[in-house]
């Protein structure tokens, strides 16, 4: 009997079925907007019914770290950038904090983590708590180790492979059944939401503050964090540019030794004789770390691969101005817009300057290393951040950048001191609302989706097939069997390698089928799934007659 085919559901039609959901979560010591200055930071109401005595309420029913809470409060150069979730930390009898680990908190000026020590810190709060467990996906060409490390309550930790399980039959619509799908949503599965850091060897303040935000999710009891590990499955891999990370924090400690007034050693190669097109290597997959991540996505089917780098006033979250690459499914696209606002609302409300998303990308190139997760219809985004440093400064701001605009609504300010607890405590702060908006997501009637865009029996169709379609674009850095190319942007066709058939018009953005060539289906996607059977369509598989290959290892 045939399979019914099913189509993922847009993620974000399905968040807004939790917008009404929403979790009162307790408003840490936070500092009052338009205050300036460090020391104690007064406590201020959140939104969604936080409060002065919430926050009191945890504090009485879960210790505070005092000492690691007193230095959060000390290195902060200015208390605006702050909010309830990161001026404290909870404390713990069995997992070490960052400070316990390294003898020192993260943000602390003037200091920088090897990423060995960061890989043997996770792997001490992997070692201390049934909510975390730490692997290896690989070495660097120098022979240094990637590693990731999932965060979720007791149950989803101890069976990781079910979950992984999970994610495979709802990504896959050429076996999974629209009832079977449907039990999946509304039981057992979960999204995995995979945050990276550290391509970039000089962005130094993403692989710093992950370590905070494991210890935090594996430890603090709170409403937030608790429906974070209740509801989704976090990997972190902290540094992914590992060989680089090792040379720019010797470099730091090299320089800060040198008199004032010498030359400054710079850092001329990150990974063996690679810089900062590391993050450019989406497509020719040349690199061990883009082999590396590509096979982790493939095994695991994140949902959300979010990637942290520096160089913006204060915080951009990813959109994009556009054009839009043809080839990203509009679906997507929107998820971008969708999580980018959440930040900026969230960050904004709580009197946080500079947070903003748009202008900046265009959201078309296809070879950034978070476009593994777009080719498979699945979300990529990042942040860019005001830099860790890791010394204290004083950023100076153009007219252009403080300008409020209706994508920079409470825009950065002419002046700001700045130091790695700021950018700790912004991008922490971004990243947990994210998590929590990405979290406890739960299916809606077929009905209520958005309309069906199916690719007709000839390949044709609107732009963007259904999700998790096995006909829809190949997936960046991989030649579909037999060597055809993916198709140009707007084309439908690899140029120079196929004729347009008689009755095909040119810009077509279905896939163009050759007799004999299987085509190669989509390999991960959202857990945020609706099984919806497209009427009077059979089964895509049956349709063509084919029997669709696993996708192949990447290239050595």
């Known amino acids: 009997m045939a399979r019914a085919r099913f189509r993922p559901a847009p993620v974000h039609a399905v968040l807004a079925f939790l917008a009404s959901a929403v979790v009162t979560f307790p408003a840490a010591a936070g500092a009052q907007a338009g205050t300036a200055g460090t020391g104690s930071a007064q406590v201020r109401s959140g939104p969604a019914g936080a409060s002065p005595q919430a926050h009191a309420q945890l504090r009485a029913s879960q210790p505070v770290d005092e000492e690691y809470t007193r230095l959060i409060a000390e290195y902060l150069q200015d208390e605006r950038i702050t909010t309830e979730l990161v001026s404290y930390l909870p404390a713990s009898e069995t997992v070490p904090t960052p400070l316990d680990f390294h003898g020192r908190i993260v943000g602390t000026p003037g200091e920088l983590t090897y990423a060995a020590d960061i890989h043997r810190y996770l792997r001490a709060v992997a070692d201390a708590s049934p909510r975390a467990k730490v692997w290896s996906i690989g070495t660097t060409e120098e022979g240094r180790e990637m590693i990731v490390m999932a965060i979720a309550d007791e149950e989803a930790i101890a069976d990781l492979d079910s979950y992984r399980g999970y994610l495979a039959e709802l990504t896959d619509p050429r076996t999974t059944t629209e009832e079977r799908a449907r039990a999946l949503i509304d039981g057992p599965a979960r ?30 009891e709170g409403d937030f964090i608790r429906a974070i590990r209740e509801n989704l499955i976090v990997f972190i891999t902290p ?16 320089n800060k030794e040198r008199p004032e007034g010498e030359a400054r050693l710079p850092l001329m190669y990150w990974g063996k004789y690679v810089a900062h097109d590391n993050n450019r290597d989406a497509i020719g997959q040349m690199l061990q770390l883009t082999q590396n991540v590509n096979r982790l996505y493939m095994e695991w089917k994140p949902t959300v691969m ?28 929107g998820e971008w817009w969708v999580l980018a606002q959440n930040d900026v609302l969230e960050l904004t409300k709580r009197g946080v300057p500079g947070v903003w998303t748009y202008n900046f990308y265009d959201g078309w190139t296809p070879n950034y290393m978070f476009t593994i997760a777009h080719a498979h219809n699945a979300t990529g985004r990042f942040y860019e951040v005001a830099s860790y440093g890791p010394d204290t400064r004083t950023i100076r701001a153009s007219s252009r950048t403080t300008s409020r605009e209706w994508y920079r609504p409470n825009p950065p300010l002419s002046t700001i001191e700045w130091g790695p607890r700021n950018n700790t405590n912004i991008q922490e702060s971004a990243v947990l609302f994210s998590l929590k908006y990405g979290g406890p997501r739960r299916v809606v009637p077929g009905e209520l989706l958005a309309e069906e865009r199916p690719v007709g029996a000839e390949g044709e169709g609107r732009a963007g097939a259904g999700l998790g379609d096995p006909r829809r674009t190949a997936p960046a850095g991989r030649r579909r069997p037999g060597g055809e190319r993916p198709h140009a942007p ?58 669709l290959p696993a996708p192949a290892e990447p290239r050595a």
């Open 239 to 254: 540094v992914i540019e590992v060989d680089g990370r090792e040379k720019q924090v010797d470099r730091y400690y090299f």
């Open 191 to 220: 999204p995995i939401y995979w945050l990276t850091s550290g391509i970039h060897s000089t962005e130094t303040g993403g692989p710093e503050m992950l370590q905070e935000l494991a210890y935090r999710l594996v430890v603090d």
């Open 490 to 547: 707007g084309t439908g066709v690899p140029p120079g390698r196929q004729r347009l058939r008689a009755g095909r018009r040119p810009g077509a953005r279905g896939r163009l089928h050759r007799p004999g060539r299987p085509a190669v289906p989509d390999a991960g996607r959202h857990v945020l799934l609706a099984a919806v059977v497209q009427p009077g369509q059979p089964p895509a598989v049956r349709r063509h007659g084919l029997d």
């Open 306 to 333: 979010h990637d942290l780098h520096e160089s913006s006033t204060y915080l951009y979250a990813s959109t994009g101005t556009g054009p839009y690459n043809e080839a990203f499914d509009a679906i997507t696209i």
